[in-house]
């Protein structure tokens, strides 16, 4: 069982940035792979970035690249996503999730695939 909570989201302008904090508790943070989702009211919750076990590999959704960035800090248990030139379309409910991976270079890109979700943190960038 993994236990995730995130945090750092916020009320921010467009061109603004903001860091986003998933800290995890329960068992070895190291065997998963890490992701962010978000969901804006009506839509489908999508995928925005991933990251392997070892951190050496991530997936950012086009929409994003260039602008977030995700990393992870397994000696704190920790995953963030470092977000840059927000953008009012960025607005969304951000969620952590974890997938098992098996191999250090594994990683998750679909909903179904991740085991365990945090609550969530709303992100709202005004224009």
């Known amino acids: 069982q993994v236990h995730l909570v995130e945090s750092g989201g916020g009320l921010v302008q467009a061109g603004g940035s903001l860091r986003l904090s998933c800290a995890a508790s329960?068992?070895?943070?190291?065997?998963?792979?890490m992701g962010w989702f978000r969901q804006a009211p009506g839509k489908e919750r999508e995928f925005v970035a991933a990251?392997?076990?070892?951190?050496?590999?991530?997936n950012l959704a086009n929409s994003v690249k260039g602008r977030f960035t995700i990393s992870r800090d397994n000696a704190k248990n920790t995953v963030y996503l470092q977000m840059n030139s927000l953008k009012p379309e960025d607005t969304a409910i951000y969620y952590c999730a974890a997938c098992f991976g098996p191999f250090s270079s594994s990683w998750c890109r679909r909903v179904d695939e991740y085991d365990y979700w945090g609550q969530g943190t709303q992100v709202t960038v005004s224009s």
């Open positions: 329960g068992r070895a943070f190291w065997t998963y792979a």
């Open positions: 990251l392997s076990r070892s951190g050496g590999t991530t």
